[in-house]
């Protein structure tokens, strides 16, 4: 596989990284923040670090309970207050509602820079602050959920979100002319300057995330290409990185931000915040897995305060500020052998979104890509001495000292090894992370589903993540997690009915004797509902944005969000935002309203009398490039050169980090 011969050869390109890396290593940086703290004293022992329970008495840990009581007694009961008004407009009486609300949680899915711009869309347009979404009925809806959810590129988003202190979309994306400078998706996520290995600048910008990564190596930690992923991920999504500090390391740039540092934050501390969770799936240990993950593979979640999982096999959880701790059954070695600062919030962010294990084929020693250049047998030599450098490290996955060594060792499939070998949150499938909302400790009414997945040709949803969730919640998942509703019971149904392109509510008809199953607002991405060009359903792999580019995607899904559908045209739906108002109280009323009944008409999903993508005309589902001025010639090279240009990628990355492990 090669690139095009203009560019330098990549032992060239070997010989310039080590350069790179040898000037950064002459002076501390402030990029070393990145290294965790080892021989901690562990403050909570002799007793264990780990606490586990079991399906039937599971338990939320003391702080994220004191959080969600604090916040909806404090934040949600005026945020339902300021949403819905008196509630008139929706036929009820907020007075009559006090003290009933539902529980919400929000879940966003992931798949690179497109879907961290469809949930940062979405999310502008369910946010009161936004005056546009809540004069349209749906802005409202972010300040009265407890919980958010996300993985993989919605990960991204939330971390942003998160250390930034929870600021409006439009100020973290376009930045506020202060404190937040924007989101850099115009800089390339992995040659930010140029495609030509020698820039300078790109020199600089691998060098720091080397000089990150080798400072953790050092500590004595695993590290992998996961580690170089999420420093990437940190200069275009934390804070203290600007268009004009980008290339150099007069900030850390986000390395020494730590996840269980949140706590700290004002928005956190008044409870501005919905409670946050990340989730990633794992793979067993030295298993080598480069496929789907199978469904009764553990998922992990990791919130301010934990680390763990609620699934059955395990039910354990890890206290997070001692996440990168060796123990055996729930002991360290000595009191003085735990390790903090392992929670970089680039590092969890990374983690979330580890893909490599689809492409570094550690089994083979193949790349796993179409190369039909000649090139392969060189990236091979690249990785293979990769491995001999770092014998004892997986590198295609997310390294994590295993903390539930010992626990549960009938159940838990890496109850005997050293470490976890974590991936993208949508290695299983389940692309939306729904199932860590459905955890029955955390009782949750409503769940709002963001799904922002490339499942088909044209790189739009078809139900795949909420069908994964479904099987999940059946076979692995029945006794510690609330069941789903009824939906499509295939993606060739969701497609038929339509309701993969529009707002749906699945689980709005519970009748008594049923399980108590949440209702789920699915809002997936879709084509405008005009018909005009789309320009939100982009590849997973492309790693740049133009500002305009970002403008025209985040302006699209916004106003698909607001619009709702009105069937059989192709209008907008005026009141679309009191029909979303009618599913999110829906759970606390005991007789539902006539205006809302007929909302639900609409928008529920009747598996007995299911809808009819028919009612959806004149859209447009073919991608059209909205700044071709400024991507065009690019996007026609990348067409034409996909593969090259991704192994070329992956080399590079490979090649950073063999160094990484053989220095």
Known sequence: MTYPDAFISLQLVLHIILSCILSFAVAQNPVDAYAPTVNVNCSETPNSLVRTFTPQNQVLNTSETEYITSRESYVISNAWSNWLGNASDIGYSLENLEGEFPRI???????GYRTAQY?????????????????????????????????????????????????????????????LSSWMLDLDLIVPSSALVSDSNDQEYWGSILASVESKANSGLPTSVTDLWGRMISYHFLNETTQGNFYTNQTSHGAGQLWSQMPLLPSFQNYTMPFPIVTADSRPASSGITTIVPLNSTVYEITPFEFGSWDPGLSAMLPLKFAGTYLTNGLPVNQSACITGFDQASFIMGTSSSFFNAVLNVTDGDFGFDTSDGDEGGMNFIFNQLLSHTPSNVMNAANWPNPFKGVSSVTFQDSSADQLELLDGGSNLEKTPLSSLLVNARGLDVVVVIDGSADDQNYWPNGTSLLTTFERISSVLSSSHQPMPPIPGTAAQFVSTGVNMRPTFFGCNLTQGQPAYPIIIYLPNAPPLDGSAPATNTGDTQFSYTSLFTAVFINQAFENTLGG???NTTSSDPLWGQCLQCAAIDRAVTLRSDFCSQCFTQYCYNPNDPPSESELPGRQFVFVDPDPGGLQKVEEWLTDNKGALAGFIVAIIVAIAGIVGFM
């Not at 949680?105 to 798949?111: L, P, R, S």
């Not at 749906?138 to 942003?160: C, D, K, M």
């Open 105 to 111: 949680g929000i879940a966003i899915g992931g798949e």
């Open 119 to 179: 949930g940062a869309a979405v999310l502008s347009g369910l946010d009161w602050r936004n005056t546009t979404a809540r004069n349209g009925g749906t802005g409202g809806l972010l300040q009265v959920a407890s919980y958010l959810s996300a993985s993989s590129g919605g990960s991204w988003l939330l971390g942003s979100l998160l250390m930034n202190d929870w600021p409006s979309i439009e100020e973290l994306v376009y930045g506020n002319g202060g404190n």
């Open 565 to 567: 559908f009105e069937p």
